[in-house]
T-cell receptor
Framework: SQKIEQNSEALNIQEGKTATLTCNYTNYSPAYLQWYRQDPGRGPVFLLLIRENEKEKRKERLKVTFDTTLKQSLFHITASQPADSATYLCALDNYGQNFVFGPGTRLSVLP | ETGVTQTPRHLVMGMTNKKSLKCEQHLGHNAMYWYKQSAKKPLELMFVYSLEERVENNSVPSRFSPECPNSSHLFLHLHTLQPEDSALYLC?????????????FGEGSWLTVV
């Protein structure tokens, strides 16, 4: 069956450290993978998109990697800040139809 | 401000009521979506409209009825809902219904069915 898993439901890290979130998928063959941020009670906000032929994408303190062999994407936040605390969702395309979302990882950056 | 506005933000309704959720996008997009987000569950795609035509209905019960009168507005009509329908309902839009387009979400409508 098809499945999208995001490492843990919650992740706590110390301010200034690098947060690494994982997104693993089974029985999908995505051409695109996106990452979103969602704050409590708000809608998700787009962060980054990476294509299957791209290994890595960066935007300011954010970095995303996409390994189609491992069927995994890693999302890194360097020099993390308490303001980065939120739930992060990965989403991938379901055989070119629509995006399917993972369950999310709730990140807490502790001062 | 994401360019996608949803009203109301909060709604409490009885199981015999009829109510509607409204969504308006100011981005000039051609595709609009309804998603459901329940506690501890991933976002679930409910309906997709492309150029005002419904192109996808993901086995959603008939007590949820979408309407897209034009490319800027989307409604979700609700009637005889169940308590398990209580959730955050998110409207979204994208330039086109093409995978790879960024999806822009509204702030959501919190629905409680009592």
């Amino acid at each position: 069956s098809q499945k999208i898993e995001q490492n843990s439901e919650a992740l706590n890290i110390q301010e200034g450290k690098t947060a690494t979130l994982t997104c693993n998928y089974t029985n999908y063959s995505p051409a695109y993978l996106q990452w979103y941020r969602q704050d409590p009670g708000r809608g998700p906000v787009f962060l980054l998109l990476i294509r299957e032929n791209e290994k890595e994408k960066r935007k300011e303190r954010l970095k995303v990697t996409f390994d189609t062999t491992l069927k995994q994407s890693l999302f890194h936040i360097t020099a993390s800040q308490p303001a980065d605390s939120a739930t992060y969702l990965c989403a991938l395309d379901n055989y070119g139809q629509n995006f399917v979302f993972g369950p999310g990882t709730r990140l807490s950056v502790l001062p | 401000e994401t360019g996608v506005t949803q009203t109301p933000r909060h709604l409490v309704m009885g199981m015999t009521n009829k109510k509607s959720l409204k969504c308006e996008q100011h981005l000039g997009h051609n595709a609009m979506y309804w998603y459901k987000q329940s506690a501890k569950k991933p976002l679930e795609l409910m309906f997709v409209y492309s150029l005002e035509e419904r192109v996808e209905n993901n086995s959603v019960p008939s007590r949820f009825s979408p309407e897209c009168p034009n490319s800027s507005h989307l409604f979700l009509h609700l009637h005889t809902l169940q308590p398990e329908d209580s959730a955050l309902y998110l409207c979204a839009s994208s330039q086109d219904k093409i995978v790879g387009n960024t999806i822009y979400f509204g702030e959501g409508s919190w629905l409680t069915v009592v």
